[in-house]
């Protein structure tokens, strides 16, 4: 049955929980109630479809994580600035995924992501995620 996400709050807090699911507690079971069996991605760099984006997760080391940052939603879209650190790579990706939700569930992603900056590399001397640099 499909859920009822009436608010932006409501879609916002749905994207976050669903991250958290597959990302960091690696339920995929549960994970497939959050995403569409007909899930289309745009990413070029994770394979197509639901299964796609699991075997993906399946595949990152046991230390993977992923931070929620900030989150807006405008009509059935969903913003979602992200931390992905322990993947393997030199440094954590920030990233920043846009999801389309439709009849309740997760139906459509974009992305786009780039290495974390640190400190000494920030022209701004801003962090880019949270407030402060990583470690």
Do not use: C
Not at 31 to 45: D, F, G, K, L
């Amino acid at each position: 049955m499909p859920r009822k996400l009436n608010s932006a709050a409501e879609k916002k807090a749905f994207v976050i929980e669903a991250f958290d699911t597959l990302f960091n507690k690696r339920d995929y079971k549960a994970a497939e109630a959050y995403w569409s069996p007909n899930y289309v991605q745009h990413s070029a760099h994770i394979p197509p479809g639901r299964e796609g984006l699991f075997d993906l997760v399946k595949a990152l080391p046991a230390g993977h994580r992923h931070e929620s940052g900030l989150a807006a939603a405008e009509g059935d879209l969903v913003f979602l600035q992200s931390r992905f650190s322990g993947n393997g790579q030199p440094r954590a990706l920030i990233t920043i995924d846009i999801v389309r939700l439709s009849d309740g569930v997760l139906a459509e992603h974009w992305d786009v992501w780039q290495q974390e900056a640190s400190a000494m590399e920030s022209k701004s001397g801003l962090p880019m995620f949270g407030t402060r640099f990583p470690d």
